[in-house]
């Protein structure tokens, strides 16, 4: 698997509304995209940061994926993505060299990317995404 | 305060031994360097990544951060490094701005760049580090 670089690292949040203004405010940086992704019953803001994004991560639902996390961690980074060529390939050779997936095959995910994830007892504890255009 | 690109995100780990096969053998990526922090009381490990690095942290103290990091949280992603131009400036930005801060002026951290840490209550859960060459 050739990974290129971070395609982005996924924060969670309490709230876009808050968080937005610290990273535009405090860090300098811009939100260029807001967009709710309904099957990860999560809200997204993104922010480019040389060749890597932020993803900004506001559940909209206390039982989807970052609001667990959010009630059991608190706020804070939740994800790396790492962009590959071809998802499906990357997922099936890392599951040959026995790691525990989450996403057997690729899936859709925000800015019409296709993703995977893979466990994160599999992987040293960081919940890691590989994606693709 | 202008942030060039994420220079780094740092990962506690904790076991070298085991985490760099892992990387190199699973992800494809190179461990170019490994480097021993003592006053932080860890051994880094460094990956390239676009124009980022993974920074693997292993405790070599109980009491260190990153062993009682890994002790309440287990292993996972730790800390997110900005690259900025000049760390004392940015500080002295952000402080200007409400954010509280670990170190009020730089310090060395590992390959020699100039380092200073946002307290993580004032960032939204992520512990952010600003560095500089």
Redesign the interface.
């Given at each position: 698997?050739?990974?290129?670089?971070?395609e982005h690292?996924g924060?969670?949040?309490?709230s876009l509304d808050?968080?937005i203004p610290?990273y535009e405010?405090?860090?300098?940086?811009k939100c260029y995209s807001v967009e709710e992704v309904a099957d990860q019953k999560v809200k997204t803001a993104f922010f480019k940061?040389?060749?890597?994004k932020i993803e900004l991560l506001e559940s909209t639902d206390p039982e989807g994926p970052i609001g667990k996390f959010i009630e059991k961690?608190?706020?804070?980074?939740h994800h790396?993505a790492?962009?590959v060529d071809n998802v499906d390939a990357a997922l099936e050779e890392?599951a040959e060299?026995g790691?525990t997936l989450i996403d057997k095959t690729s899936r859709k995910g925000a800015e019409g990317l296709n993703i995977g994830f893979l466990h994160?007892k599999a992987?040293?504890?960081?919940l890691t995404e590989l994606c693709a255009e």
């Open positions: 698997m050739k990974i290129s670089h971070i690292i924060i969670a949040v309490k808050e968080a610290y405010g405090v860090l300098g940086m940061v040389g060749d890597t961690k608190g706020q804070g980074i790396l790492f962009a890392v060299k790691v994160p992987t040293l504890g960081v």
